[in-house]
């Protein structure tokens, strides 16, 4: 017994109740790929549309991730090139600035934010910091972003060796005196 899996109702003229509806089955892939991901759902005995050791290469690879031979292979040879160049967002240059409207560099800004705006989020709290601070230029983050960046770890590294180091009791014996403790000597 077959399964279907998709089913396109079409209504012909004059049908005015369910009954009166074709049923035509639709060529749909099998999801064996994706059961064999998952496995939320039992293995059927339809034939795979892929071929086994394309499968199985996928599936190492989804599973495993890229040989790093292989990744550096692919990334040399199909790294965008000079040809993809135009795909860059434009600069403007800044003998034009001046003349250019109000409104037209606000735009500019706003557009410049909200692209940063998609991809703070993905940064880590001191890239998120040093995103703050960088104003825009030639590039996003600005191009001194890198340095910002460096600063804020250091920062933070100097931070938490003070902060180690005040938590730390100098002497063994200086503890905080308690009401009690005066109180238990007495008697």
Not at 107 to 114: E, G, L, T, V
Request: aromatic content about 6%; overall charge neutral; hydrophobic content about 35%.
């Amino acid at each position: 017994m077959r399964k279907v899996r998709n089913k396109v109702f079409t209504n012909p003229e004059g049908a005015e109740s369910l009954e009166n509806l074709e049923i035509e089955e639709e060529a749909v892939p099998s999801n064996d790929f994706v059961n064999d991901l998952f496995r939320d759902q039992a293995q059927t005995s339809e034939a795979a549309s892929w071929l086994p050791i394309v499968l199985d290469t996928t599936r190492a690879d989804v599973r495993t991730g890229l040989k790093v031979d292989l990744k550096k292979c692919l990334l040399a040879k199909y790294e965008p090139k000079e040809e993809l160049s135009f795909l860059a967002p434009p600069k403007i240059n800044k003998e034009i600035r001046p003349n250019l409207g109000a409104t037209v560099i606000a735009r500019d800004n706003h557009q410049s934010q909200a692209q940063r705006a998609f991809i703070v989020p993905s940064l880590n709290f001191l890239g998120k910091m040093a995103s703050d601070a960088a104003p825009v230029d030639d590039f996003l983050f600005g191009t001194n972003f890198r340095e910002e960046v460096d600063a804020a770890q250091t920062t933070e590294k100097v931070a938490s060796r003070m902060a180690k180091k005040t938590q730390r009791p100098t002497a063994k014996g200086t503890q905080p005196v308690t009401g009690q403790h005066l109180r238990q000597q007495k008697s």
